[in-house]
């Protein structure tokens, strides 16, 4: 997005303030379907806990995307946003038997990630087809915290499990319309996506009763200029070929699906910030910005790299290094050493790759209120959430008589 758009929506929405740019979620999404054209039949399942603004949702939903959603409580904005329930997938872990059949109830495809539940399932929805979460024992994700595909994970049914789960399905009867993985978030490397391919497909031809098999997600975006991503063209046809090898192999010809978050949302969002404090200290001038954790955990939790650019100064000839940190009683660093046009007290900073995971992961700590978030879209803004106001965090409390 141009600089003068985005200082001008701060300027009329305050800071600090979420900024999407829908055209971005759009060209992805079109990336994706393109990348993956030689499939037949492929569906792309926004993960929806990456951002679940019921506009965005909305955005997806009128591109044809369908929804993959963790929660009953994704389930049911997902539904709110207009979504098919033939679109709404539902993949959580580790949830109560209860939430199930609720969603059951609702109509949504189910996806079963342990042995307890396939089980039960199969005895209480024999002819209710389920999906089921295979952990293909492969290492992959940018970060420790968001690999979840390896033998240690609590995510999905092992594949070393595979005679259970067949044991299971033959002796309930239930039906199996589909496989699922998915292996981490932030993998750039194709090769980790093949090796569980592969896992995945053999793991296919246990079942006779496949219809679709759910490769998950965990593509990488580019956090920087020259930064390395997953190369989704490449892997479209790498995989694609194979997937369609396959389909001839297995006799029929299966849906092809993946569950993009950050693919689709991350490089659309900024979080934009005011500069409350330029700190000089003897090794380090900090800015102080009015954000911090409690809006953009991503740094803090991952050691994530989010590129910082000050959006008020666009004189590259005056630059400093900085170290760009929050306001909250932690050790809340957005961003060391960074090299940035000079910053002023009341400057704005355009915090980038904040669409996913950003607001989603957002919180009160300190008692701060969640910021509004605006979203562009074919040449119009929209105030898509207001900022949260003093009642938002009194709102639930019981004011007792002590
Ligand atoms: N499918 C499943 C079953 C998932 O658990 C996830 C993400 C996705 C799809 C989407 O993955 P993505 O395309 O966004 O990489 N909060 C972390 C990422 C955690 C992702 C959790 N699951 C972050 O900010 O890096």
């Known amino acids: 997005m141009e600089r003068e758009h985005l200082l001008s929506l701060t300027e009329e929405y305050g800071s600090p303030l979420y900024i999407y740019d829908a055209n971005k979620i759009e060209s992805q999404f079109n990336r994706m379907?393109?990348?993956?054209?030689?499939?037949?039949?492929?569906?792309i399942n926004y993960a929806v806990k990456a951002n679940t603004n019921i506009s965005i949702l909305k955005v997806l939903n009128n591109l044809n995307s369908g929804a993959d959603a963790v929660s009953i409580q994704e389930v049911k904005l997902c539904l709110k946003a207009g979504f098919d329930v033939s679109d709404i997938f539902f993949t959580p872990s580790g949830i109560s038997?209860?939430?199930?059949?609720?969603?059951?109830?609702?109509?949504?495809?189910?996806?079963?990630?342990?042995?307890?539940?396939?089980?039960?399932?199969?005895?209480?929805?024999?002819?209710?087809?389920?999906?089921?979460?295979?952990?293909?024992?492969?290492?992959?994700?940018?970060?420790?915290?968001?690999?979840?595909?390896?033998?240690?994970?609590?995510?999905?049914?092992?594949?070393?499990?595979?005679?259970?789960i067949k044991e299971i399905v033959a002796h309930t009867k239930m039906v199996?319309?589909?496989?699922?993985?998915?292996?981490?978030?932030?993998?750039?490397?194709?090769?980790?996506?093949?090796?569980?391919?592969?896992?995945?497909?053999?793991?296919?031809?246990?079942?006779?009763?496949?219809?679709?098999?759910?490769?998950?997600?965990?593509?990488?975006?580019?956090?920087?200029?020259g930064d390395n991503e997953t190369n989704i063209e490449a892997m479209g046809e790498i995989i694609g070929k194979r997937f369609n090898e396959f389909c001839k192999e297995y006799g029929r010809d299966l849906t092809l699906l993946f569950e993009p978050g950050k693919f689709l949302v991350s490089e659309s969002g900024n979080l934009m910030v005011k500069v409350n404090v330029v700190k000089p200290t003897p090794n380090i001038t900090f800015i102080g910005v009015n954000s911090g954790l409690n809006h953009l955990i991503r740094p803090m939790m991952y050691d994530a790299y989010h590129h910082i650019t000050n959006v008020s100064n666009n004189n590259e000839t005056q630059q400093a290094i900085y170290s760009v940190v929050g306001y909250i009683c932690e050790n809340d660093t957005f961003g060391s050493n960074r090299t940035l046009n000079k910053v002023s007290q009341g400057n704005i900073l355009r915090i980038h790759n904040s669409g996913a995971y950003s607001f989603s992961m957002a919180s009160n700590y300190n008692s701060r209120y969640r910021p509004a978030e605006v979203m562009t879209y074919k040449g119009k803004d929209y105030l898509i959430r207001e900022r949260e106001t003093f009642e938002d965090l009194t709102r639930n409390q019981i004011d007792i008589e002590l």
């Open 33 to 43: 379907v393109n990348a993956f054209s030689s499939v037949n039949k492929l569906k």
């Open 97 to 164: 038997f209860k939430e199930i059949e609720e969603a059951v109830t609702l109509g949504v495809q189910v996806t079963l990630d342990n042995l307890t539940v396939l089980k039960k399932y199969g005895e209480k929805f024999p002819t209710i087809p389920a999906c089921i979460r295979i952990n293909p024992h492969v290492m992959a994700g940018g970060h420790s915290k968001i690999s979840v595909g390896h033998v240690d994970s609590k995510f999905g049914i092992s594949i070393s499990q595979l005679d259970n």
């Open 176 to 225: 199996v319309n589909g496989l699922h993985m998915h292996t981490g978030s932030d993998i750039s490397n194709i090769d980790a996506f093949v090796e569980a391919t592969e896992v995945l497909l053999n793991a296919v031809k246990q079942f006779d009763t496949i219809e679709f098999v759910d490769f998950g997600s965990g593509f990488k975006v580019p956090y920087k200029k």
